[in-house]
């Protein structure tokens, strides 16, 4: 067990590069692609850092991960044409499938979960089986052809772009800033402002610190660290706080945060990407309202659940 969970990992991972890789491949045979070397390139290297980055020197993932972050920066990766079905023939389709469609999601989140809680293989490895059950269930009950997977794996790709790796980035970025000490300047920060004695107070500070903390990293778990080593700690458990009931608001409080940041691009820029929406903006600003109750809820709760 002890080498199985890699090594599956590890075939995950280059899963993903093989996909990435028959994206790029057809990216470049697009001759009237408006940025085809660009964008060929960037899910070139980003394939070889899902698939090989395990046996690549971290100085040389990171020369990889910088060379995408300068081909983004001169917009060089852009949506080629895509292959899209008639309308008629997705009408055909929907007829045909009806609410089955919708068996592989929930399939694939259920199998992850019986994975994760009653094996010993772990969450990662759960989603990853989960997912590949869910894929070969997808094919079935469709009955698409090898052609229409490959295609339609790339038009995903395509028009997800860039902000598919923003959470494994910011996810990074979180364990920079701990290791940093970032959380230690932030509790130096707070205690400046924030009195030792009142629950209240330090309770309100960790919920609006994950809630903003989040909305700068865009995902709360790479702000949980932080702002719960800053925060959390020392203004709430340490006041007699239950930790387990603290903890869970807040990253919950964090997720507050997520509804109101484009940095959390798999929440807010991928809906608005994938549905072609003229202001990216608005998934946000729908959110908005409901995001800022939840957290004045979250406090409350909080106060009243873990003191």
Not at 118 to 125: D, H, N, R
Not at 142 to 164: E, K, L
């Amino acid at each position: 067990m002890a080498t199985l969970i890699p090594n599956m990992l590890e075939f995950f991972y280059v899963l993903i590069g093989v996909i990435l890789f028959s994206s790029a491949w057809r990216v470049l045979r697009d001759t009237n692609h408006p940025a085809r070397v660009g964008t060929a390139l960037f899910w070139t290297i980003l394939g070889v850092l899902f698939a090989f980055g395990s046996y690549i020197p971290s100085m040389i993932n990171g020369i990889l991960i910088l060379a995408m972050g300068v081909i983004t920066l001169l917009k060089q990766v852009k949506i080629g044409k895509l292959e899209q079905a008639s309308e008629e023939e997705s009408q055909t389709h929907a007829n045909r499938i009806g609410n089955r469609i919708f068996l592989p999601c929930v399939l694939l989140a259920l199998l992850a979960v019986v994975i994760a809680q009653f094996t010993p293989l772990g969450g990662q490895v759960g989603i990853g089986l989960a997912a590949v059950i869910a894929f070969v269930i997808t094919v079935l009950l469709t009955r698409a052809t090898p052609s229409t997977v490959v295609g339609d794996s790339d038009r995903m790709i395509q028009q997800v772009g860039i902000t598919g790796i923003l959470p494994q980035l910011l996810a990074a970025l979180g364990v920079i800033f701990n290791k940093s000490g970032v959380g230690d300047v932030i509790s130096q920060g707070i205690s400046t402002v924030v009195p030792m004695g009142s629950p209240f107070i330090g309770v309100v500070a960790y919920c609006l610190g994950m809630m903003v903390f989040t909305m700068i990293m865009g995902n709360a778990y790479a702000a949980f660290t932080v702002i719960t080593a800053g925060i959390g700690i020392p203004f709430v458990v340490a006041q007699g706080g239950d930790p387990v009931i603290a903890g869970a608001l807040a990253m919950t409080a964090g997720f507050c945060g997520t509804l109101m940041t484009p940095m959390a691009a798999n929440f807010n820029a991928l809906p608005a990407a994938l549905l072609e929406m003229k202001d990216l903006n608005k998934v946000i600003k729908v959110q908005v309202p409901m995001a800022l109750t939840l957290v004045l809820i979250h406090i409350a709760l909080m106060y009243y659940w873990a003191f």
